[in-house]
């Protein structure tokens, strides 16, 4: 079975700064999309970014960029020049290419300081 | 405006009492899912529906019944048998196609007292 892990539970960055957050999953298919989530506290989900596995060229949002390692299996979220609005909750989650299912990380809390 | 609309926000219950969550989307998207979120354990899929009068179980099917009579509605219902219902439950949908980016409601948290 497919799994995606986070393993950073909270994370914090100075406004302006940079910041990544990793994601690691394991999958033995070869067809799949990779996602980023962010939850701000109103607690509604928006997708940040998402990633094809089939494309080698890292996937760019503004401020925010992957970096998808395929062979690795890692797909970490780098946020640039962080703003206060970036503060929320942040899951990444695998799906198959033959399926609907979202598989989702346990989050990062990543805190935006002034 | 285009969206999904979930309600109540705030939902309490007693201890033994089904309660229904409304869902509803005027996105025309094909597909649509519910969710449950527990702290620290992100979110898990119920229930999910790729048309019309047609749903398979998620990871988490038990004590949970669901229904999709139109395309624009996916209500869930929380039974008596779900042994732990107090959760933040998320609905969300999609356009089956290469990427079936999944598109989300506010939420509803429910709590049994």
């Known amino acids: 079975a497919q799994t995606v892990t986070q393993s950073q539970p909270e994370m914090s960055v100075q406004e302006a700064e940079t910041v990544t957050l990793s994601c690691t999953y394991d999958?033995?298919?070869?067809?799949?999309?990779l996602f980023w989530y962010k939850q701000p506290p109103s607690r509604q989900m928006i997708l940040v970014i998402r990633?094809?596995?089939?494309?080698?060229q890292n996937a760019t949002e503004n401020r925010f960029s992957v970096n998808f390692q395929k062979a690795a299996k890692s797909f970490s979220l780098k946020i640039s020049d962080s703003q206060l609005g970036d503060a929320a909750m942040y899951f990444c989650?695998?799906?198959?290419?033959?399926?609907?299912?979202?598989?989702f990380g346990t989050g990062t809390r990543l805190q935006v300081f002034p | 405006d285009g969206g999904i609309t979930q309600s109540p926000k705030y939902l309490f219950r007693k201890e033994g009492q089904n309660v229904t969550l409304s869902c509803e989307q005027n996105?025309?998207?094909?597909?649509m899912y519910w969710y449950r979120q527990d702290p620290g354990q992100g979110l898990r899929l119920i229930y999910y529906?790729?048309?019309?009068?047609?749903?398979q179980k998620g990871d988490i099917a038990e004590g949970y019944s669901v229904s999709r009579e139109k395309k624009e509605s996916f209500p869930l219902t929380v039974t008596s048998a779900q042994k732990n219902p107090t959760a933040f439950y998320l609905c969300?949908?999609?356009?089956?196609?290469?990427?079936?980016?999944?598109?989300f409601g506010p939420g509803t948290r429910l709590t049994v007292l």
């Open positions: 969300a949908s999609s356009i089956l196609g290469q990427y079936n980016e999944q598109f």
């Open positions: 529906s790729q048309i019309v009068n047609d749903f």
């Open positions: 989650a695998y799906r198959s290419g033959g399926t609907d299912k979202l598989i």
């Open positions: 990633q094809e596995a089939y494309k080698q």
């Open positions: 996105l025309n998207h094909d597909a």
């Open positions: 999958t033995s298919e070869s067809d799949y999309y």
